[in-house]
């Protein structure tokens, strides 16, 4: 009874929830470092954004967001009708193979890299053509481009890579754009803000001299409001018109549109979280670099690091200490972990943790 498509999709697999680690194991306190959310919370602008916009919830949302889409337009110098909304990026992904895949076509991603863009491919009967990332862990634009067939509709890069943390150069990037003139070249920058590489691309920059780009951004990772689940795309209008005919009405509700638009406004809330990511980014790349794991250099709000053990038992080991980390084998990285950086107490934690896991201390 089942489409043939999905049997060989596996369900996604979020991080552990913190309520439900302390159920398990009756621990009273526990830090998750696995998700890649902000540890500083939502912006105290947003939750009085929310508080004041409550009493109008019995009524359905804007359903073209009109006051955010007119928001991001000015933020970005874009036009109203160049922008797609969505109930996060990972909406967006479905929404752009919902709009342009049919069984038999292909799309192009890096390897390892964010699974949404296979599994979102496959719910249309579509092919991930996945391209292995070089030896220092970056998206391969030269492989990625020559991987590119008759078939192939979207080739995702997605930038700083998940669950790497490293960036494309925006000159390769521009070699490969003018080679491609037909295929949908989706730049997925969910952690654009934390980047600090002047190599690395602006996707919008992209956009505005490139028609095939689509580049996608979200709320949930600086801008602290991944529970709100709000992301959007920046694209042409032929784009944008074919999302939304496959779009769910009302896919944004009320409290998350009034949220997103008082954290875009919010400067020093984005200015505070950038420079916490920074700081702590850097403590955790140096005190783990001191203990002798291979990091791999992050331009994100995590790091990847080899553990030189099985990561899924490290991740079990230090589950038992309250620590939530994110084992990589699910990436094919059978003894790297993921970390998201936390606060510096968190962080601090998690150093203790795993000395003793390891047998440092």
């Known amino acids: 009874m089942f489409r043939k498509c999905i049997e060989s999709i596996a369900p996604y697999s979020p991080g552990k929830p913190i309520d439900e680690v302390k159920r398990e194991l009756g ?12 540890p500083l919370g939502p912006p105290e602008s947003a939750v009085e954004a929310m508080r004041l916009a409550a009493g109008k919830v019995s009524l359905y949302p804007d359903a073209d967001c009109f006051e955010l889409k007119d928001a991001l337009a000015k933020f970005h110098g874009v036009k109203r009708s160049q922008i797609i909304l969505g109930e996060g990026s990972n909406e ?41 990332c070089t030896e220092e862990f970056c998206v391969d634009l030269p492989a990625m481009v020559a991987a590119i067939s008759s078939r192939t509709k979207l080739v995702y890069i997605c930038n700083p890579n998940n669950p790497t943390g490293t960036v494309v150069d925006k000159h390769l990037l521009k070699q490969m754009m003018n080679r491609m003139n037909d295929v949908i070249v989706v730049l997925d920058e969910a952690y654009f803000e934390f980047i600090r590489d002047e190599k690395s691309p602006d996707g919008v920059a992209f956009f ?59 400067s020093e809330y984005l200015a505070k979280s950038v420079e916490h990511n920074k700081v702590e980014r850097d ?53 790297m972990v993921r970390l998201s950086v936390g606060l510096h107490r968190e962080n601090e934690a998690f150093l203790k943790a795993l000395d003793e896991c390891m047998g440092l201390n």
């Open 27 to 38: 621990l009273d306190e526990v830090y998750k470092l696995a998700s890649n959310e902000n």
């Open 92 to 132: 967006l992904l479905k929404l752009l193979s919902l709009a342009f895949l049919e069984p038999g076509d292909e799309i192009i991603m890096p390897q390892p890299s964010f699974g949404e863009y296979r599994r979102t491919a496959q719910l249309c009967g579509a092919v991930a053509k996945a391209i292995p």
């Open 208 to 266: 505005k001299e490139y028609p095939n780009v689509v580049s996608l951004r979200t709320f949930s990772k600086a801008y602290g409001l991944a529970g709100l689940r709000v992301g959007y795309g920046i694209c042409n209008e032929a784009i944008t018109e074919a999302i939304n005919k496959v779009r769910e009405p009302f896919n944004v509700n009320s409290l998350a549109q009034v949220a997103a638009i008082a954290a875009l406004n919010d």
């Open 283 to 335: 403590f955790l790349y140096t005190e783990l670099k001191k203990r002798g794991f291979y990091v791999v250099p992050s331009e994100a709000n995590f790091m990847l690091f080899d553990s030189l053990r099985d990561s899924s038992e490290l991740f079990r080991a230090l589950l038992k200490k309250g620590i939530i980390v994110r084992s990589a084998d699910i990436f094919g990285f059978k003894t």
